[in-house]
C-alpha cells in the first residue's frame, strides 16, 4: 500500500458547522503533514506530525485543529470556518522528519472545502 | 530564507516533443534537496524527481530528467516525448537539510500538451 487517502473529496459548510477531515496512510511513515492550498498557488504548510507529536504549526489560526491519534491517522477538525478559509486541504506523509536522503513526501488527493 | 521562482506561469508543448520547465532557487546552505512534483486537474501532487545538493549526476526518473546547474542555482525539469497525461501544473520544491523535511514551493508551471 503505497498511497494516502483523503476522506471527504469534497466537503461544503458554514461558518458555524464543526466538520473534520480525515487522512491515513499505511506505509509506516512517521511523519505527516497538513497544507492549504488555494487555487493557482503552491501549497502552504500548516501543520507538521512526527511520531505523532505536532512539531511544526505555522501559525494557523486556532479554528484549525490538528490531531494525531495514531501512525496511520491525521485528522484536522475544522470550527467557525470563514469564507477565505475555502481551498483544497492536502495531508502528505513521509518516512520521517529529519531530512536526509530522498525522504519524498507522498500527498493524498485532497479535500476540497467550500465555507458558506 | 529560501526561495525557488518559476518564471513560466504557463507552457504549450507539442506531443512526443521535449520540453523544459526552470527552475532556480535561493540558498545560503550547502545541503539541500530539490524535488519536482506534478499536480493534475484531480489535486493530488505526484513526486516525480529528485536532486540532492551533493550529487553530481543529473538525476534521471524514466522521461524525466533533471538539468541540475549548481552554481548556476537551476535545477530545471525535462520531460521528453510529451504526452497527452503530462497536462498539469508542476512546482519545484526545495528543501534545506537543517530544517527537517520541510519543502519551499515555487510558484508551479501549468503545462499544457498540444495533440
Known amino acids: 500500500d503505497t498511497e494516502v487517502t483523503q476522506t471527504p473529496k469534497h466537503l461544503v459548510m458554514g461558518m458555524t458547522n464543526k466538520k473534520s477531515l480525515k487522512c491515513e496512510q499505511h506505509m509506516g511513515h512517521r511523519a505527516m503533514y497538513w497544507y492549504k492550498q488555494k487555487a493557482k498557488k503552491p501549497p502552504e504548510l500548516m501543520f507538521v506530525y512526527s511520531y505523532e507529536k505536532l512539531s511544526i504549526n505555522e501559525s494557523v489560526p486556532s479554528r484549525f485543529s490538528p490531531e494525531c491519534p495514531n501512525s496511520s491517522l491525521l485528522n484536522l477538525h475544522l470550527h467557525a470556518l470563514q469564507p477565505e478559509d475555502s481551498a483544497l486541504y492536502l495531508c502528505?506523509?513521509?518516512?520521517?522528519?529529519?531530512?536526509?536522503?530522498?525522504?519524498?513526501?507522498?500527498f493524498g488527493p485532497g479535500t476540497r472545502l467550500t465555507v458558506l | 530564507a529560501q526561495k525557488i521562482t518559476q518564471t513560466q506561469p504557463g507552457m504549450f508543448v507539442q506531443e512526443k516533443e521535449a520540453v523544459t520547465l526552470d527552475c532556480t532557487y535561493d540558498t545560503s546552505d550547502q545541503s539541500y534537496g530539490l524535488f519536482w512534483y506534478k499536480q493534475p486537474s484531480s489535486g493530488e501532487m505526484i513526486f516525480l524527481i529528485y536532486?540532492?545538493?551533493?550529487?553530481?549526476q543529473n538525476a534521471t526518473e524514466g522521461r524525466y530528467s533533471l538539468n541540475f546547474q549548481k552554481a548556476r542555482k537551476s535545477a530545471n525539469l525535462v520531460i521528453s516525448a510529451s504526452q497527452l497525461g503530462d497536462s498539469a501544473m508542476y512546482f519545484c520544491a526545495m528543501r534545506d537539510n537543517n530544517a527537517g523535511n520541510m519543502l519551499t514551493f515555487g510558484g508551479g508551471t501549468r503545462l499544457m500538451v498540444k495533440p
Open positions: 536532486q540532492g545538493s551533493y550529487d553530481e
Open positions: 502528505a506523509s513521509s518516512l520521517r522528519w529529519t531530512s536526509s536522503g530522498l525522504n519524498e513526501q507522498f
